[in-house]
T-cell receptor
Framework: GENVEQHPSTLSVQEGDSAVIKCTYS??????FPWYKQELGKGPQLIID?????GEKKDQRIAVTLNKTAKHFSLHITETQPEDSAVYFC?????????FGKGTSLLVTP | NAGVTQTPKFQVLKTGQSMTLQCAQD?????MSWYRQDPGMGLRLIHY???????DQGEVPNGYNVSRSTTEDFPLRLLSAAPSQTSVYFC????????????FGQGTRLTVV
């Protein structure tokens, strides 16, 4: 089955800096790569996703890049703010079931 | 729209007890799934359903049962609770097509003593 690796497990940045989280996947059939943000005590919420026919996607301060050949994709957050502090999960799938990475705990300090 | 609603939010069980975690969605989504979240393990798929009457196992199905009699509801049953089932459980739903955005409930924190 699909195996998704996510790094780093924790990340601390200063407000205004950029944050990058990286994921790799094993199944070349995977074609959908969402990123979820989970705040304390809440369920994960989709923040951005990318499909295999696209190399990059951007939504305001958030961007995702995909390298299908290398089987890796990354989340980029620019101009970080304290409210970006949360746990971020990457996932990959070629069907219905999402295969998640183990998460990155991001802390943005003022 | 309420989205995905899970009940209860918190539950404490004794070893060997059974219970049902409820999940309901009002978005007419065909696909529903259950995950468990443990520290450092991410979210692991327990069971999923692609429509009423159809269910299948995920990565960690042992000790859990599901059924899908309606589009809206997807309950998760713990047959005989064990301490290893202490976890936070999330229900999710998405549109019928593959590779679609999943909407998560707020979670049920279960402790088995």
């Amino acid at each position: 089955g699909e195996n998704v690796e996510q790094h780093p497990s924790t990340l601390s940045v200063q407000e205004g800096d950029s944050a990058v989280i990286k994921c790799t996947y094993s199944d070349s059939a995977s074609n959908y790569f969402p990123w979820y943000k989970q705040e304390l005590g809440k369920g994960p919420q989709l923040i951005i996703d990318i499909r295999s026919n696209v190399g990059e996607k951007k939504d305001q301060r958030i961007a995702v890049t995909l390298n299908k050949t290398a089987k890796h994709f990354s989340l980029h957050i620019t101009e970080t703010q304290p409210e970006d502090s949360a746990v971020y999960f990457c996932a990959a799938t070629s069907g219905y079931a999402l295969n998640f990475g183990k998460g990155t705990s991001l802390l943005v300090t003022p | 729209n309420a989205g995905v609603t899970q009940t209860p939010k918190f539950q404490v069980l004794k070893t060997g007890q059974s219970m049902t975690l409820q999940c309901a969605q009002d978005m007419n989504h065909e696909y529903m799934s259950w995950y468990r979240q443990d520290p450092g393990m991410g979210l692991r798929l327990i069971h999923y359903s692609v429509g009423a009457g159809i269910t299948d196992q995920g990565e960690v199905p042992n000790g859990y049962n599901v059924s899908r009699s309606t589009t809206e509801d997807f309950p998760l049953r713990l047959l005989s609770a064990a301490p290893s089932q202490t976890s936070v459980y999330f229900c999710a739903s998405s549109y019928g097509s593959r590779a679609a955005e999943a909407f998560f409930g707020q979670g049920t924190r279960l402790t088995v003593v």
